[in-house]
């Protein structure tokens, strides 16, 4: 029975691609108006599905306005532009729309940006950078005329395999890294090699929502798994993996992205024998772990695979070099392989100036120095913006690093209406709808303390608080 | 008649399809040894096929040795791993394979690299470039701690604005320039967005090969367009269009890779039209314009375009800086916002230090002396090439620009023979064939002269030209 209700909805959707494929071609104008279309049993044959798939599409299309029957004779296009999405749209673009729903709030220009997970710039050494650009023309001259490896600079790959080794206990070789532009695009490249249409993929609700574009962009089923203050339910994950096969499980178990919560050690243990169990590859995003407020976080889930089953995505752009856009990924030879050439069609290596400046800067002694000051102002931060919400009825709790604060409202704030005003105000949040693969946990809030000075944080919660206190008391009603 | 043949053929694939679907989920371990496979049924149901497709899937399977029938029970998994591809398989890695044919013979360490289209970095002003980081740290501090928009540094698309304005009379604004990680990236994202499975694309023949491969990747039908030492045959062209309803051509017009022709301006002019007429995006590649030994390359087609029709990509990477990974697509608004959307999940934007270097050199009067002394170089370089390969039989179009000869080769010669036999003798050279969407020109070669100094190239072409002449007789045999 249920197989039943499964192929019918399948039907559907069959029905309605039939219909997008003939629209899309249509607005490209590759049939003109009053220019005949494609019969039932062309059609039919093209997707292999039943004829009557076919026939319910064009009557829908007919039923819109967008065809026409003339006799016997078949479907027709229908003149007057019918099929027209809205005035403004331009016939020859019509593509695929790939979602972001995290920039789209980036775009907004506001005083008070507590959407933005990045960290002030102002608590970078800036000064010292120029010195270190210095010293990388001294050591190679040649570097802005030379194209790196699409792996990655070797000296880079060997200095963070050394360092891995050092102080996560990886069991690791250069070949095993490849440096990426960033974690968006290790992101990007791991989905595209890994990721087929109708997979299973397990991640995380909340989660760091521009993922969640990406494996769906993919053609992915995506499976939430929730994560809450003690880690995973890991029983339901098991059952998850059992019942799904998912191909992987995208997750951020340290200082989480928006939770801010910390899987425990002996969860990461159990974890990568599950996912060997199950053929689950874990996709380990670990870009806070260097932002601790107290005690170092526990080793990564890489660090207790010994089968092959995570890629350790590691960016350093947050708090290294934001304009740099360095990010590393450990993974074992049969997936570099694929991933090397992937990138090699993406961009073919990222640039060798920008690696040098990182594998000199980041393994300074400076480095380490200006870390431990970077954490202790964004815990002087966190404190800050903590303080300015003491007085309200919202819930949170405390992170022990990262740059977010999850923040729970009351069930009767409605959120999209509260980040309006807030704009209005010229403050912006991720409201936890955009961190949900299920577009819902309506009542949370992402705010960042990593991007405003302390005066701006005062203000700003200030601000946001007062916004909240103007809702109308039923703003649901 | 001509459709029935279409649809079986396509039946073949769909029951391909569903072997390789159901083959890589047991290789993933999905459906473990003697595990009950899903039913015929429950499969047709699923990909909406005629359940004799999916029979005919299990009967291949069965007669491979993969699964097993039990009385009327089912298909099982037949264990004893007989469904791997090889020993050295590891049944966690089955993906997407990504080609990327010229990026294979680049990793092929030799001495006289004839195959890489690269500038020599002892050809770019390496001194003075520190000059210029150092003045763009003094100008922008914080540029080490700063992301670029997604679209790109605003202060470097007006100037690239003005820039195109004033040399090829675009008709610009900044909002219509994105500033990409290099062409490869460019090319990669307007495939993304523009391209969907079984849409028609046209290529020229030979191209840029990687380009290929990512077109591929999105599932085109790739329809070729020859080029020629006078340009396209546009009545070709034409009807190529008019037949296939291309979603665009992809075409490299101005000292094109790897032939070196260049479309002459009477023909930029009448392809705009006709790619307007027919709705069929051009994508023009053009990133040697600035490497002409002669007179000016004519304007780019994006100069003729008055209705939004040409992509114009813009790589500087070549010339100005392989390590900086600068390029600038320019289109109009409504497929800039796609573009957009879509770098934001790639790589959420280029470094901002690397654009900021870029406008301060690429603008300088010191870059534009830098670019004459370079033209003289390579044309020189160009004419050793030349001059080592005079008292062969082999034949070619002395180009006018670029990096690139084009050479024929006597039809007897095994090319895949023949860089055997070089990379032996370390030197490696691009066989035409990976040049071809047919994968056929088996006579011609890519030779590039920028990457090795005068010496090099002459000894290079020496012994390029023995291993040839010490082929045996007839090695066609």
Request: glycine fraction near 6%.
């Amino acid at each position: 029975m249920k197989r039943q209700v499964l192929a019918s909805e399948q039907s559907e959707k069959l029905f309605e691609q039939i219909c997008d494929y003939l629209l899309e071609r249509i607005r490209r104008g590759e049939w003109k108006p009053h220019e005949k279309l494609p019969s039932v049993r062309a059609l039919a044959a093209q997707f292999q599905v039943h004829r009557l798939t076919v026939f319910k599409a064009y009557q829908l299309l007919k039923q819109n306005g967008n065809v026409y029957v003339k006799d016997k004779s078949g479907y027709f296009v229908q003149p007057g532009n019918k099929w027209s999405m809205g005035a403004d749209h331009d016939p020859i673009v019509s593509a695929y729309v790939q979602e972001s729903h995290l920039s789209e709030i980036h775009q907004v220009q506001a005083a008070y940006q507590f959407s933005k997970a990045l960290l002030d710039p102002n608590l970078l050494p800036n000064l010292y950078f120029s010195e270190y650009v210095k010293k990388v023309f001294d050591l190679y001259p040649k570097v802005l005329g030379t194209y790196s490896t699409t792996q990655g600079d070797e000296e880079l790959r060997e200095a963070l395999c050394r360092y891995f080794t050092e102080e996560y206990r990886f069991y690791l070789s250069p070949e095993e890294l490849l440096i990426s532009s960033g974690s968006q695009e290790a992101i990007d490249l791991i989905a595209r090699v890994l990721v087929k249409p109708r997979d299973a993929v397990l991640i995380e609700r909340p989660t760091y929502s521009p993922a969640i574009d990406v494996f769906r962009r993919e053609g992915a089923a995506i499976v939430p798994v929730e994560i809450g203050r003690d880690g995973y339910d890991l029983g339901e994950v098991e059952r998850l993996m059992k019942t799904h096969k998912p191909r992987l499980f995208y997750l951020n178990p340290t200082f989480h992205n928006p939770t801010g919560y910390t899987v425990p050690a002996e969860q990461r243990k159990r974890l990568a024998e599950i996912a060997q169990e199950y053929q689950c590859l874990l996709i380990e995003d670990d870009p806070y772990r260097d932002i601790y407020f107290g005690e170092k976080p526990p080793l990564p889930i890489f660090s207790y695979d010994t089968s092959g089953t995570v890629i350790y995505i590691r960016s350093f752009s947050k708090y290294v070099g934001p304009g740099l856009g360095i990010a590393t990924v450990a993974c074992r030879p049969s997936i570099m392989k694929l991933l090397i050439r992937a990138k090699s069609l993406a961009d073919s290596g990222t640039p060798l100036l920008n690696q040098k400046i990182f594998l000199h800067y980041f393994f300074s002694s400076r480095m380490q120095q200006h870390l431990e000051k970077l954490r202790i102002a964004l815990s002087v931060r966190k404190e800050i913006m903590e303080e300015g919400l003491s007085d309200t009825d919202w819930q949170w709790s405390s992170p022990q690093g990262g740059f977010n604060l999850w923040v729970r409202l009351p069930e009767s704030v409605r959120m999209d209406f509260l980040l309006a005003k807030s704009i209005e105000q010229s403050i912006t949040f991720v409201p936890g709808s955009i961190c949900d693969p299920q577009r819902e946990l309506d009542s949370w809030m992402r705010v960042s303390y990593s991007f405003l000075n302390e005066q701006q944080l005062r203000d700003g919660i200030k601000r946001l608080v007062g916004v909240y206190r103007e809702l109308p008391q039923s703003c649901d009603a």
